[in-house]
């Protein structure tokens, strides 16, 4: 396992409940304390240069309802995609993370849809994507299982 000291890392997230930017904070939070130079914005604000700046870009969504389409990342994480396909702007490692709900019949379908995306990119996955069911209904188990997941993220990194 190759170990980086003072990693630059972008969190990208949409969000519209609020929940992927809780759980963006606790990684954020957690990456930090291990050294790592972490930054944390909004999809809407991110262009798709700014990912290939970054040694590991981590993008969190909801999964949402878009254009009649099921399933999907939140508009801004969507349109960040696309931007980023057209250009063939993509980072060379990357984590997913996203908020849905187990009810629906495509369970956080938005963080599969990142992940079709970035591979087909070229983009390495460095760890298995966190789905995180109905974040603010399991509040403190959710923060339980973002920070193992971000715990063990810090420890491949």
């Known amino acids: 396992m190759i170990s980086f000291v003072n990693m630059n890392i ?3 997230y949409a969000t519209n409940s609020g929940s992927t930017y809780l ?9 930090s304390a291990g050294g790592h130079e972490v930054d ?13 700046k970054y040694e590991l870009v981590i993008f969190g969504s909801p999964t949402w309802h878009i254009g009649g389409a099921e399933a999907m990342p ?12 057209r250009e063939a702007m993509t980072p060379e490692r990357y984590a997913a993370y996203g908020c849905g709900e187990k009810s629906f019949t495509i369970f956080c379908g938005a963080v599969d849809y990142i992940d079709t995306v970035l591979r087909s990119l070229g983009a390495k ?14 509040l ?8 193992k997941w971000a715990t063990e993220l810090r420890q491949k990194l």
């Open 140 to 147: 403190l188990d959710n923060q339980k299982i973002v920070d």
């Open 74 to 85: 939140q508009e801004f994480m969507l349109a960040l995609l696309e931007q980023m396909r």
């Open 40 to 52: 944390m914005e909004e999809a809407k604000l991110v262009r798709p240069n700014r990912v290939k």
């Open 10 to 12: 972008l969190i990208v």
């Open 125 to 138: 996955k460095v760890i298995p994507s966190l789905k995180i069911d109905g974040y603010y209904f399991h």
């Open 23 to 31: 759980a963006g904070e606790r990684i954020r939070k957690i990456l």
